[in-house]
């Protein structure tokens, strides 16, 4: 069977990633990695890389292309502007811009007769999977998302966006408290503050107003804005000493009552070691989806809600009904 052959836009993080689930995959092969550097500077593990002011030499060689910028910038030009040329896929986690964005690319992936999937990863993404389901089957109920403890990517890259910062990771901590009382059945409203808290670490540039980068932090709209937040500034060593590593998980919960009286909890969690690994595996399975739905005629923008579940397993549908129906 001949494989998908997928390119990866942008080479930091989540690019490294794709490009370790795509070389994981049977079906699958990596054919280009597009980059804004030299790619003569660039080193990646697969011996990869082009500029991405000739994307279009590769248009005909590439059946889906995962766009791996960041959502702060780069995904809303990078995924529009890749959608003209390639099927695509991105992980754009700006939730309260997720309308526009997809009208935006919906608007140039019909026009360019190509499919873009956008907003794939795990929330966006499979944590929204579950709060469908959750409230499909429990439609009476109340659904609960707690992110964390872990490293946000999203975040951590609107942090090293701001001007006079050298270094930032931000770490998204969970009510636990909250957290069990939900999951013993007990209802409770809570506001965006009081489910979580936000912790900032950031390396200040040489000269950076430290008090005026912390007001630009903690008044963020979309990201620290509507939570406690607190920013620790630090030496470039602490942290290469206690913040390189990129983990984070979460839950989602769905209450709810099938008739009067009668409780019903449905909870989805994940822990992970690598958020851009794991983010990484879910955009290739995606982007193995997006290939099969493309071929099959499919045009315009989607998201994770559009996609049959059977599309992102490289098992046939037979197989899968036989292994794990």
């Known amino acids: 069977m001949e494989k998908i052959k997928v390119a990866i836009n942008g080479y930091g993080n989540l690019g490294r990633a794709v490009e370790l689930a795509v070389g994981r995959s049977a079906d699958m092969e990596l054919v280009a990695i597009f980059t804004r550097r030299d790619p003569a500077d660039l080193e990646t593990a697969s011996g990869l890389a082009a500029p991405s002011s000739e994307m279009a030499r590769w248009v005909g060689n590439i059946d889906v292309c995962i766009n791996c910028g960041g959502s702060a910038t780069d995904l809303r030009d990078q995924t529009p502007e890749a959608s003209t040329l390639f099927n695509v896929v991105d992980t754009f986690d700006t939730h309260a811009a997720i309308p526009q964005h997809f009208a935006v690319v919906d608007q140039v992936a019909r026009e360019n007769d190509r499919l873009a999937l956008i907003s794939t990863g795990w929330d966006p993404g499979l944590f929204s999977l579950n709060r469908l389901i959750g409230e499909s089957i429990l439609p009476e109920g109340e659904t609960y998302t707690f992110w964390g403890p872990g490293l946000s990517q999203g975040h951590s890259d609107a942090l090293r966006r701001i001007e006079g910062v050298a270094a930032a990771v931000q770490y998204t901590i969970p009510n636990e408290g909250a957290l069990d009382r939900i999951h013993a059945g007990e209802h409770l409203e809570l506001t965006t503050r009081e489910k979580h808290r936000r912790e900032c670490w950031v390396v200040l540039a040489d000269g950076a107003d430290g008090d005026a980068i912390r007001e630009t932090i903690v008044s963020m709209p979309n990201y620290f804005a509507d939570?406690?937040?607190?920013?620790?500034?630090?030496?470039?060593?602490?942290?290469?000493?206690?913040?390189?590593?990129?983990?984070?998980?979460?839950?989602?919960?769905?209450?709810?009552q099938t008739s009067e009286g009668t409780s019903q909890v449905i909870s989805?969690?994940?822990?992970?070691?690598?958020?851009?690994?794991?983010?990484?595996?879910?955009?290739?399975?995606?982007?193995?989806?997006?290939?099969?739905?493309?071929?099959?005629?499919?045009?315009?923008?989607i998201t994770l809600f559009d996609v049959p579940p059977a599309k992102l397993s490289p098992e046939d549908p037979a197989q899968l009904r036989k292994r794990l129906l």
């Open 268 to 301: 989805f969690k994940l822990a992970l070691d690598s958020n851009p690994e794991f983010t990484g595996a879910v955009a290739c399975a995606t982007a193995r989806a997006v290939a099969r739905m493309a071929a099959e005629g499919q045009r315009g923008a």
């Open 227 to 256: 939570y406690d937040t607190t920013v620790n500034f630090i030496s470039q060593e602490e942290f290469d000493r206690d913040h390189t590593g990129m983990p984070h998980g979460g839950t989602v919960i769905r209450q709810g």
